[in-house]
Each structure stands twice: as structure tokens, then as C-alpha cells.
């Protein structure tokens, strides 16, 4: 399982800064949130451990279609490491725009803390909404299922340290890749910053597309989501979306109006104040 073993590997590196912005920085930090987020990494790294397993003998049965035979160099991989990238643009973008994905990604941003644990707070249900689905045109293409996912673990590695306040502009490099103030934009609901910087690790794809705001210092960035959740339950905070799509689509008259619940653009599970 190259994922797992790539952040288990990136570990300790990652509660450095973690130790180090707690203990130079506690105001960005609530101990129960920080325990939260720890607590759903858990859940998602076993989720996603499970998933493999179970999908991998279907990656490999695709693998057997793919168009190209892709043999493993430095420029390969370099090509592996941008395609992802930008297929993880994609993901992430269609993840604040469609339910379905949202009810996943909602627990992301859920926290009103914005550091480095907010990195660790993921969704088990990400195999259930789909996550991998945007990964099967590198499959088909023909790369290797192993170096698919372990260019995968490589960017979400590179994430985690965009989450943070003590990091602010970063000269030229803010221009190309995706840095902790392009982030924080990602993570504001402030009106302006809303569905705003989707990149990974290039934020050039965001500058490509349309979906690019750089951070204003006179207005600060407000963390969250729209309504606010206020739980620090990993259950409450996993599944209330869920429990309000399939409860909507329920509600709604007739199988259009049901599609147009899971597959439109996401709607609160709590009334914003």
C-alpha cells in the first residue's frame, strides 16, 4: 500500500510542525478540534488502506486497457506528477460543486481552525463518494496502478504544509505552486474567497482556469463552512452531510429533481447565522 507508506514514512515530519506551530502559535490551535482532526486521519487512512485492497485487482484488470506501455524514468514520472495534479484540480474542484463529493470534502473544511492538524482532517467516505474515479485516465493511459497512488500520496504530502497561518507570501513561488496564503483563500467563506484556489501543488491550473484569488490582507480570512457545524464529534462531523443529501433527495418530487440534489451544487446542512 504505497499511499499508507508514504505518509506513515512522512510522519514524523509532520508532527514536527505540528509540535512546533502548537507551541509557537497556540492561538490558531483548539485541543479538541486538533484531537478531532487526528482522529478522522485515523479513520481515513484505514478507509483508504481498505479500499486499495479491495480496488486494486480492478486497477490492474484496467491496467490490462491501457493505451500506452509507460516504462518508469524521471521524465515519466514528472509527466505521472503533473497529470495527477491537474486531474486533482479537477477533483477538487467538481468536489464544491457537486453534492455528492461535497458530502465528503464538507469534512475538510469544517474546522474554524486553520494549522497544520487541519491537514490531517479527512473523510472515511472519500472511497464511497469517489475520489479514485479521477485517477483511472493515468491508468488507462498506462501508468502502473502502484505509481498512480504513490504520486497521489507524494501531492497530498505536499498539502499538508500549505495549512497554516505562520507562513505568509512566498515571492516568486506564489506564482507557480500553491502555498499556505493561496490556501487559506481555499479554506475562507468570506463571500470572495468562496469556491476559490482548487490546486494541489501548481496553482497555475487555478490562474488557467478562471478560479484563482490571491489573499487580501484588509480582509482577513474567515475559516469554516457556511452555517458552521460546531462539533468536534468525528461522527457528526463525517456524516451530517450525508444525512442531509440522501434526507433532501428524499424530499425531493421526482427522479430530476432528486438527481439534481446529489449532483448540484451543494447545499448547508446547517442554516448559516
Partial sequence: MSVEIILLALSPVFLFFVCYEFVKFKRYYDIKDSLANTALALLHQGADALALLLLMPFFYWLYEYRLFDIELSILSVAFAFLLQDFLYYWFHRASHHIHWLWAAHVVHHSSTKMNFTTAFRQSVMYPVAGMWVFWLPMILLGFEPLTVFSVVA?????QFFVHTQIVGKLGWFESVFNTPSHH??????????????????????????????EEDKNQPCKYGIVGQL??????????HQWAHLFKSAYKAKGLKAKCKVVLGYPTSS???K
Fill in 230 to 239: 460546531n462539533s468536534n464529534n468525528p461522527l457528526t462531523i463525517t456524516f
Fill in 184 to 213: 487559506r483563500v481555499h479554506h475562507a467563506i468570506n463571500k470572495s474567497y468562496l469556491d476559490k484556489n482548487f490546486a494541489g501543488v501548481l496553482i497555475i491550473w487555478d490562474k488557467l482556469f478562471g478560479t484563482f484569488v
Fill in 270 to 272: 446547517v442554516k448559516a
Fill in 154 to 158: 507524494l501531492n497530498l504530502a505536499y
